[in-house]
């Protein structure tokens, strides 16, 4: 067997360590570490012009951001979800004592099907938080017609659709607020990190007061907050690797492209393509690029986990988003939404999906033995 490094299914990009020196030496300079501090500040404002967006806070992590997103709009009852997701989306539920009701996805886009929505809506209804799986935009208009029918609230977990963009807006428009995740797996990364996008001021004073323990001001608390809050280091990092972050994705964009050409005429083999049809300049953003899931079908001469334990003789790592689905989970399955007859086109993809490495550092020797083992040509 080879003695080559395995290939994960992502890697951070990383840029040179002497460019975050100067960094460092300013935070050592400013004796500020963190309370919203020079870089934290810097962060927001330069991803708010990148992303085309009006206000960002910025968090400790993406899963604390959707805990607070949750709270800021006082978000009680029961929330419409998807089950195809990683598990955090619905963690966020249930500690906020929230009940998750499942709802399957779309066949196409494996993001919440707004046909679906409007039947598992009850009085404790509240809200709706779909997912941007992969990147790829939900139907934004359905939902929001929905939600204004119903008078509901709608937080996007968008933390797969870092600076995607849709109908020539951001896509972290849509909704009441979006959630961005930070984590070394995602395209821009903070080591941990997260953000919540909303469009108002007073929201925006609102949830850094809920990150910061509820704190107005020396002797005043208005509210039972938590600690979300960016460290200066991380913030830092954040600024750097945002220069950086085109160029990742049109590297993505490129790999994307090789690996829909190649596996296009693989029996079997379905690629999701998070991405609209034709769209073939990477900067217009319909997609960042962030995962490469495949579909594997029954018309493959091998099963899904057999494919995957091949890439892994291999040492290709490829990775199994979304399974179990979260609803199979012990703490969700014994709801009633839960039950994997209600939910069979994630059910469905949860058994066939495999991700493909994708990532800047990817060589193309290989991901073209990538290919040829997919196409079972190796
Ligand atoms: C990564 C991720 C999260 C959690 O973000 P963290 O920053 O790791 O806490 C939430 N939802 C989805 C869909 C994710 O992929």
Known sequence: MSQR????????????????????EQIWENRMLTNGGPFHQQLEEELCRYLGVEHICLFANGTLALLTALQALRVTGEVITTPYSFVATSHSLLWNGIKPVFVDVDPDTLNLDPARIEAAITPQTTAIMPVHCYGKPCDTRAIAAIADNYNLKVIYDAAHAFGVRHEGASVLNSGDLSVLSFHATKVFNTFEGGAIVCGDARTKQRIDRLKNFGIVDETTVVAPGIN???SEINAAFGLLQLKGVDAAIAARARLARTYTEALADVPGIRCVRPWQEGASDPLLRESNYSYFPILVGPDYPLGRDALFARLKEHDIVARRYFYPLISSFPMYR???SASPDRLPVAARAAEQVLCLPIYPALDDSDQHRIIDLVEGSA
């Open 5 to 24: 490094k395995p290939i994960y299914v992502t890697q951070p990009d990383m840029p040179p360590l002497d460019q975050f020196y100067p960094y460092l």
């Open 228 to 230: 979300g809050k960016m």
């Open 334 to 336: 014994d709801l009633p």
